[in-house]
């Protein structure tokens, strides 16, 4: 077997266990499709050179116990930070995939010197409070919310910032360590749609609305790096005016902010009071779903695929299936039920989990 075909085969054995972890030498041959005596070759090298460890055994069924193997979660790290208008959401994820630290705090985004070098002092704090070393640091994933070009590292365009055509090159000597910028809802639907089928649209209930396209396992970003603006479809001819300009948009129907008005500014008060059937916050919900039926309707007769409803309200939603399901047969006259419907897993740390992620893949397609 050449060494390129090896390493490929070790890269995936790594990254399923990171994945899937902890798990057998056995559920692995499986799993991947891998000869037995092949999987122990690169299992033992992995083991040897202390990126997989030995965590345990699995029930026995009769005869001996097998062990189970994860992914040393010290090797490394990868940050992620999302930064919105208004707040910045930083997580510290390891090799295992697991967030081991998380901060939010209230940081007006102006894309500057002074607030790149700012982020560079939070990090540090951060890092520290983690105990975890800047040489561990693997890199950064920015999440940005505007029209991003992640390989020139430029926001082309962002209505809710205010900007424009910003370069966030050379900022890996303010911050210390390799960086990436993405679309914050293409951030988010890289971690939501981990696992999910290979054909997916997921739509970000944040506090601007956006989404994504993955086709074929891959996200697909469009010619002009605006695929997946599902914000900005129009669902009400000349309704509420909407930041880009335009009126009827799917943001100004669906948007976290409309909902966290009523809780005082705060989403989980929102779903408190409609939890104790407050009036006013139940006669928004029952609004707030509708156009969210129209919407997801819109999204299933378009892509025939599964639908992530993820973001800040999506965190919430598998409580309130049952109405959101009895909303979209209303409209959806094409299918017998919505289980291609299905609800995203993390609320306010989506984006900068996501945004971590693609560094935790790259170092198992390198080792």
Request: hydrophobic share 40%; with cysteine.
């Amino acid at each position: 077997m050449s060494t390129d075909r090896q390493n490929n085969t070790k890269s995936k054995i790594a990254r399923f266990i990171s994945e899937q972890g902890p798990v057998s030498k056995g559920e692995i041959a499986a799993d991947l499709k891998i000869s037995m005596p092949t999987t122990l070759q690169h299992v033992n090298d992995l083991v040897r050179r202390g990126i997989v460890v030995e965590s345990g055994l699995l029930e026995s069924t009769g005869g001996r116990k097998a062990k189970v193997l994860s992914i040393s979660p010290e090797i490394g790290f990868a940050l992620g930070a999302d930064c919105t208008a208004n707040h910045l959401t930083l997580v510290l994820v390891d090799m295992s995939r697991q967030i081991r630290c998380r901060r939010r705090m209230r940081l007006p985004c102006v894309l500057s010197y002074s607030y790149y070098q700012e982020i560079a002092e939070i990090l540090e704090d951060f890092l520290k409070e983690a105990q975890v070393s800047k040489e561990k640091i693997l890199g950064l994933g920015i999440s940005l919310p505007g029209i991003v070009n992640p390989r020139e590292k430029l926001l082309v365009q962002s209505h809710v910032l205010k900007t424009a055509q910003v370069s966030l090159r050379g900022l890996e000597h303010v911050l210390g360590f390799p960086y990436r910028v993405e679309n914050d809802a293409n951030s988010a639907a890289y971690a939501e749609l981990k696992g999910m089928a290979e054909n997916t649209v997921y739509l970000a209930l944040s506090n601007t609305v956006g989404g994504a396209v993955c086709l074929h396992g891959r996200l697909h970003s469009g010619e002009n790096f605006r695929g997946g603006e599902f914000g900005h479809m129009i669902i009400q001819k000349g309704g509420r005016p909407c930041y880009c300009g335009r009126r009827g948009c799917v943001d100004t129907y669906c948007s976290a902010r409309l909902l966290q008005q009523l809780g005082g500014d705060s989403l989980e008060e929102f779903f408190m009071k409609l939890r104790h059937r407050d009036p006013a916050c139940v006669s928004a919900w029952e609004e707030y779903l509708d156009y969210l039926a129209i919407t997801v309707t819109n999204l299933r007769v378009s892509f025939d695929c599964d639908v992530v409803l993820g973001g800040y309200v999506g965190g919430y939603l598998e409580e309130f299936r049952a109405e959101l399901d009895r909303k979209v047969m209303e409209y959806n006259l094409f299918d017998l039920d919505t289980s291609y419907l299905k609800t995203g897993r993390y609320k306010l740390e989506a984006a900068a989990y996501g945004a971590a992620l693609p560094f935790v893949d790259g170092f198992f397609e390198n080792i």
